[in-house]
C-alpha cells in the first residue's frame, strides 16, 4: 500500500494558513481597538481596521513608519514613545492613559497597552493595543461638574440657612436701636453736640440695616412684591443713576431686546441687583472700560429638571476688566467674600444678586477670566400667561 508521506504535513500547512487567516480576520474585525505589532525599534509592522477607525490611517500609510507619529509633538520631545518602549522591555507591559493625534490633526484620549513579544526569550517585538476613551473621560468630566455644582449648591443653601437666622435677630436688634434713636433725636434737639452724635449713630444703624436686609435677600428670607414690570423700563430709568455712578473713563452701553415679555418682578430689588452688578464692574475697570448691560429673552433649561426649559428673561451686566481668577469665581456669590479694602466692599452684593434670582425662581450665573471680563447673567422667569 502507498501511502502519501506529505498528507499530513499538507493538513498542517492547511490548518496553520487557516489559523493565520482567522487570526487575521479576527483582528480586523475588531474596530474599537488599534491593535498592531511593532518591531524592537518601533515601527510599525502590521495593522488592523481598529486602527484605521480609531487613528485615521490606511495599513499602507503607516506600515514601515514609526509608531511615535501618533503623539503628540509635547509627548515625542519628551520622549514618551521610547520611554513606554523601555518600559514595556524592562518590567513585561507598559499601561498607561493619554493624549493621541489622529491624522487630521485632532487629538482623542487613548488608553494604550504595549507588550514584548519574546521568541526563545529573545525580545522580536511589541503588540500594541490602543482604545480611544475620550467619550468616556468626557462622561467622568461632566459627572465630576455635576458632582462639583451640587456641593456647591449644597454649601450655598447652608450658608444661605445661617444666614437667614442671623439676618433675622439683627434686624430686629437694629429696629430697636434705631427707634430709640430717633426718640432721642426728638429730645436733643437743642444740642448740637448731641445730634450730631445722634445722626451719626443713626447712619451706622441704617447702614446695619441696609447689610441685614441684603443678606435675608440672600438667606431668601428679604419678603418680595413681585408685581408686572417691563424689565427694559426698569434699566431706562436707572440709566441715569448708573451713568453718575461711573467715572468718565467708563463708557456704559445698553443692548436692550425690544418687545420683552413683561415679568412679574419685585422692582426695588431687580434695581439694586442691577445696580450693584455696574458697580462690580466699574470697580473691576480701575484703568477705564466699558460696560454692557444686555437683555434678552431665552429658552433656558431647568439644571434641577434637564427635561423641561423656561423662557427665561436674562440681564447680562458684562465688563472688560480685570476678570475673576478660576479659584475664586465660586465664591464670589457668598456673603462677605470680598476682595476689596476693609470699608471698599462688604461682599454682599453678589449675594443679593443671588438671593434675589433664586427668590424670584430665576437664577444667577458668571462667566469671567482673568483679564477678559466679566459677564453676571440674571434669568428671570416669564409669567406664563404673559408670554
Ligand atoms: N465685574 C467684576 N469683575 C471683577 N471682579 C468682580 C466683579 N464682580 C465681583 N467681583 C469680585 O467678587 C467679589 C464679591 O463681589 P460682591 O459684589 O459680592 O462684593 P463687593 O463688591 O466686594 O462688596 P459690596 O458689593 O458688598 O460692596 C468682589 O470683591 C470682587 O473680587
Ligand atoms: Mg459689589
Redesign the pocket.
Known amino acids: 500500500m502507498i501511502t502519501d508521506a506529505s498528507q499530513p504535513d499538507k493538513d498542517y500547512t492547511a490548518a496553520l494558513e487557516d489559523e493565520v487567516r482567522q487570526f487575521r480576520l479576527l483582528l480586523n474585525g475588531v474596530t474599537d481597538y488599534a491593535i498592531y505589532m511593532l518591531d524592537t525599534a518601533g515601527t510599525i509592522k502590521t495593522w488592523n481596521q481598529g486602527g484605521q477607525r480609531i487613528k485615521g490611517y490606511s495599513q499602507g500609510e503607516v506600515v514601515g513608519s514609526h509608531f511615535s507619529r501618533f503623539y503628540t509633538p509635547e509627548d515625542v520631545a519628551a520622549g514618551a514613545p521610547q520611554r513606554s518602549l523601555e518600559v514595556a522591555r524592562n518590567e513585561g507591559r507598559f499601561a498607561s492613559e493619554g493624549w493621541r493625534v489622529r491624522k487630521d490633526g485632532s487629538r482623542f484620549y487613548a488608553s494604550v497597552v504595549i507588550d514584548p513579544i519574546l521568541s526563545d526569550g529573545e525580545l522580536i517585538g511589541y503588540a500594541k493595543v490602543t482604545r480611544d476613551i475620550t467619550e468616556r473621560l468626557e462622561t467622568q468630566r461632566l459627572l465630576q461638574e455635576a458632582q462639583m455644582s451640587l456641593l456647591h449648591a449644597q454649601k450655598m443653601e447652608a450658608i444661605g440657612k445661617l444666614t437667614l437666622g442671623l439676618a433675622h435677630d439683627f434686624n430686629n436688634l437694629l429696629a430697636v436701636v434705631i427707634n430709640a434713636l430717633d426718640l432721642i433725636a426728638m429730645r436733643v434737639t437743642d444740642d448740637p453736640r448731641l445730634t450730631r452724635n445722634v445722626e451719626a449713630a443713626l447712619r451706622a444703624s441704617e447702614r446695619g440695616a441696609l447689610l441685614t436686609r441684603?443678606l435675608l435677600t440672600f438667606g431668601r428670607g428679604q419678603n418680595l412684591t413681585p408685581q408686572s414690570n417691563d424689565v427694559n423700563q426698569i434699566i431706562g430709568d436707572l440709566s441715569e443713576l448708573m451713568r453718575r455712578s461711573c467715572p468718565e473713563n467708563v463708557d456704559l452701553t445698553f443692548n436692550l431686546e425690544a418687545g420683552l415679555p413683561i415679568i412679574e418682578v419685585d422692582k426695588p430689588q431687580l434695581e439694586a441687583a442691577v445696580l450693584?452688578?455696574v458697580?462690580?464692574?466699574r470697580?473691576?475697570l480701575q484703568a477705564g472700560g466699558t460696560i454692557t448691560i444686555t437683555t434678552s429673552a431665552q429658552r433656558v433649561s431647568d439644571p434641577s429638571s434637564p427635561d423641561t426649559d423656561h423662557d427665561m428673561i436674562r440681564v447680562d451686566?458684562s465688563?472688560d476688566?480685570?476678570?475673576?481668577p478660576d479659584e475664586?469665581q465660586e465664591r464670589?456669590?457668598e456673603p462677605f467674600?470680598?476682595?476689596?479694602d476693609i470699608g471698599?466692599?462688604?461682599?454682599?452684593?453678589?449675594?443679593q444678586v443671588f438671593g434675589f434670582a433664586a427668590q424670584s425662581g430665576g437664577r444667577a450665573a458668571l462667566t469671567?477670566a482673568r483679564g477678559q471680563?466679566?459677564t453676571?447673567s440674571i434669568f428671570l422667569p416669564i409669567a406664563r400667561n404673559s408670554v
Open positions: 441684603q450693584n452688578l458697580v462690580n464692574s470697580d473691576a451686566v465688563d476688566g480685570e476678570g475673576i475664586l464670589v456669590f467674600f470680598t476682595t476689596k471698599k466692599g462688604s461682599g454682599l452684593g453678589l449675594s469671567s471680563g466679566t453676571v
